[in-house]
């Protein structure tokens, strides 16, 4: 009799855990989907900018050297934030994984 109380205080302590882990994860979820989903809708405007940018630096615009500056700065930032939205979404992949891993029901 024991031996079950402990092991059912113990069953709780990890669903309680779980419980608590998963609300958070799940704000985190939404908070990686808002962020991916935000950047998929600038995707195209800054496809367009940059196209735009290439067409005025091959027509030779009197600020070739300053648009192709722009661009490439926007270029690598889009990219840089793409490459944080990769990290965040594999944190999330880790925030979900740790509490089973931990709890020992993986």
């Known amino acids: 009799m024991c031996d079950f109380k402990l092991t059912t205080h113990f069953f709780r302590g990890k669903i309680h855990v779980l419980c608590c882990i998963w609300v958070n994860t799940v704000s985190y979820i939404i908070c990686v989907q808002a962020v991916e989903a935000e950047l998929l809708s600038r995707e195209p405007v800054v496809q367009t900018l940059v196209g ?55």
Request: positive net charge; proline residues 2%; aromatic residues 4%.
């Open 52 to 106: 735009r940018a290439q067409r005025m630096i091959r027509s030779g615009h009197f600020a070739a050297t300053r648009i192709e500056a722009c661009s490439t700065e926007l270029t690598e930032k889009m990219g840089h934030l793409r490459d944080l939205a990769s990290v965040q979404r594999l944190r999330l992949l880790d925030a979900v994984e740790l509490p089973m891993v931990s709890a020992g029901w993986s």
